[in-house]
């Protein structure tokens, strides 16, 4: 499996269908127009590589809201609608989407979440969720409202509830069978020094108290943020204080194992976070973002996927069918060379791995990629990172999938 599914026509079409809607229900005064591709260049850097810059009402500014608008609200619905279908199954469906359901979005902008949710599952249409969407912006608030209502037709089974308030504010809330913070907590830690591990950990302890309290005894939570170090590095301290509480991680940790193998920390140290292309998002998303000369080949992302229980059926560690005991290692990486051989770094219950194997094998496991392979027979390490070595073969048959 893969946990970045590439797009069905249907969710293409829905998505070129949400830029185009997104130009119709908001349009950009032609003061903010003319501006606009170095509205959402500024943005961008806000957003990356100048986060210590960012203010936290920067979407309260009309040519900043218009650039997330029309640039980063689509993309960031894109990376979505590739993730959501891989952790979203009937089972979850059934455990956390049911008639009635409370749907808890903290941080929810302008509705990113509930918009990648309608586009993702038709078959959730006709079910009764309700949402409480929390956001610190009205003007977000705002956008999202009207912006779901116009992809809706208005016709909607989901009752939408926005709340302008921070995360961790007191707010009456029913206990959520689902919670989702999108995006949130680089905004939270974006004046904490990296290196300031103590302060890291005290957050991540902090809201890890406040999000469980929000959710039922057999709710779930899906964390999303940025592809960075920093991002990585909190989403591991997440991680352990979600485990510490009482939570299993079932997506993208490979096993519930303590260690955490990709925790980042410190320079030239791997953090989780993944990449996957961007050759099927829709044309007129691409059109746009070559408009702004913001070309987009890759899309990253960190993420955890945390319940009180299990909530896939998958197992870790086991027998395979050829009898082998296997182990399960997550994709991390873009493919690179050892020597010969074509290799990626990979996550599982030992810890930092490496597979091994030929070109075409190789690249037929991007980043996000789930698998079982036998244990090496012998134990060798890569001599950079010290990293498991499993050999994946010339054609890849050595690979036992699930």
Not at 7 to 15: A, G, H, N, P, V
Not at 52 to 69: D, W
Request: charged share 20%; net charge positive.
């Amino acid at each position: 499996m893969n946990y970045f599914t590439q797009l069905d026509t249907e969710k293409k079409y829905q998505i070129e269908n949400l830029v185009s809607t997104i130009e119709k229900v908001f349009p950009i005064p032609r003061r903010y127009a003319l501006a606009l591709p170095r509205s959402i260049a500024e943005l961008s850097h806000l957003l990356t590589n100048n986060r210590s810059e960012r203010q936290g009402g920067y979407m309260g500014k009309p040519a900043m809201l218009h650039a997330y608008l029309s640039f980063f609200l689509p993309w960031n619905v894109f990376r979505l609608c590739r993730l959501l279908p891989s952790l979203i199954n009937e089972t979850v469906m059934r455990r956390f989407f049911y008639e009635g359901a409370v749907i808890v979005d903290a941080g929810c902008g302008p509705l990113t979440f509930a918009v990648s949710l309608w586009i993702s599952f038709p078959q959730m249409r006709g079910v009764k969720l309700i949402f409480y969407c929390i956001d610190s912006n009205s003007s977000a608030l705002d956008a999202g409202k009207k912006l779901f209502h116009a992809i809706t037709g208005g016709n909607t089974s989901w009752r939408i509830t926005t709340i302008r308030a921070t995360l961790g504010e007191r707010i009456k809330l029913p206990k959520a069978s689902f919670l989702t913070a999108i995006n949130v907590f680089n905004e939270i830690i974006q004046n904490i020094p990296q290196a300031d591990t103590t302060a890291l950990s005290k957050t991540a302890d902090k809201f890890t108290s406040i999000l469980s309290h929000m959710i039922l005894d057999d709710g779930a939570m899906l964390i999303v943020e940025p592809g960075v170090p920093q991002s990585g590095q909190f989403l591991s301290m997440l991680r352990s204080a979600f485990m510490e509480n009482g939570l299993v991680i079932n997506a993208p940790c490979p096993h519930n194992e303590a260690l955490c193998a990709m925790s980042g920390g410190r320079r030239g140290a791997k953090w989780c976070h993944f990449v996957f292309d961007t050759h099927n998002a829709p044309p007129l998303l691409q059109k746009l973002s070559a408009s702004c000369g913001l070309y987009k080949e890759d899309a990253a992302l960190s993420f955890l996927f945390a319940a009180r229980n299990k909530a896939h059926d998958n197992k870790h560690d086991n027998n395979s069918e050829a009898g082998i005991v296997a182990v399960k290692l997550c994709v991390l990486s873009g493919s690179f060379l050892i020597g010969p051989a074509h290799a990626r770094y990979a996550c599982c219950k030992k810890g930092l791995a490496v597979i091994r194997g030929g070109k075409t094998a190789v690249e037929n496991l991007p980043a996000g990629t789930v698998i079982c392979l036998p244990p090496p027979g012998k134990c060798v390490h890569d001599k950079k990172t010290k990293a498991i070595i499993f050999d994946l073969g010339e054609s890849g048959g050595a690979r036992v999938t699930f």
